[in-house]
């Protein structure tokens, strides 16, 4: 069983659609977790942090943390061409050890 | 802030050659990880250091080692190389202690070995 699972996609929505990624992970007392975008041929860029239970909003992006289900979401309000990209959802677990899902590719069609 | 930077940013090198990689983390930063990423595997650690000090280790034969300076400054080093270690090499500068463990990327070095 992989460490962090994410489903591969594609996934596509239509421009100004609610896009909705989701990411499970195994280990239970893992603490942080993080939504990164990567764009073809660069290098990940940092979305969200989330810690806690819960939602936490930054401007379009939405983390939704369920420790209890090992569950982590990421959810695009109002998605844009912009947003098309590969979307990995990354997990800090036990002894600082980050694991990374091999990510999930979102098409937002115009 | 500079970003994180990394070089070089491009290399070809031969099977059984060995490889350096470069890179500055932020300005601030103590904790350098460094990672593999294929079209296959995806982004796979391969370790992490902290104050001069490697702090984690990941799952990648010993021709893969690292080290980080006084500075922050961390280098990674390839030995004798194969062709399946053609790859994005990605490093990650962070504070690295309960505060905030965030990571961010550079821009890569893409290494081909032919």
């Known amino acids: 069983q992989k460490e962090v699972e994410q489903n591969s996609g594609p996934l596509s929505v239509p421009e100004g659609a609610i896009a909705s990624l989701n990411c499970t992970y195994s280990?239970?007392?893992?603490?942080?977790f993080f939504w990164y975008r990567q764009y073809s041929g660069k290098s990940p860029e940092l979305i969200m942090s989330i810690y806690s239970n819960g939602d936490k909003e930054d401007g379009r992006f939405t983390a939704q943390l369920n420790k209890a289900s090992q569950y982590v979401s990421l959810l695009i309000r109002d998605s844009q061409p912009s947003d098309s990209a590969t979307y990995l959802c990354?997990?800090?677990?036990?002894?600082?050890?980050?694991?990374f899902g091999t990510g999930t590719s979102l098409t937002v069609i115009p | 802030k500079a970003g994180v930077t990394q070089t070089p940013r491009y290399l070809i090198k031969t099977r059984g050659q060995q490889v350096t990689l470069s890179c500055s983390p932020i300005s601030g930063h103590r904790s350098v990880s460094w990672y593999q990423q294929t079209p296959g595997q995806g982004l796979q650690f391969l370790f992490e250091y902290f104050s001069e000090t490697q702090r984690n280790k990941g799952n990648f034969p010993g021709r893969f080692s690292g080290r980080q300076f006084s500075n922050s400054r961390s280098e990674m080093n390839v030995s004798t190389l194969e062709l399946g270690d053609s790859a994005l090499y990605l490093c990650?500068?962070?504070?690295?202690?309960?505060?905030?463990?965030?990571?961010?990327f550079g821009p890569g070095t893409r290494l081909t070995v032919t």
């Open positions: 280990d239970r007392v893992s603490q942080s």
């Open positions: 990650a500068s962070s504070l690295g202690h309960a505060s905030s463990y965030e990571q961010y």
């Open positions: 990354a997990v800090r677990s036990t002894g600082n050890q980050f694991y």
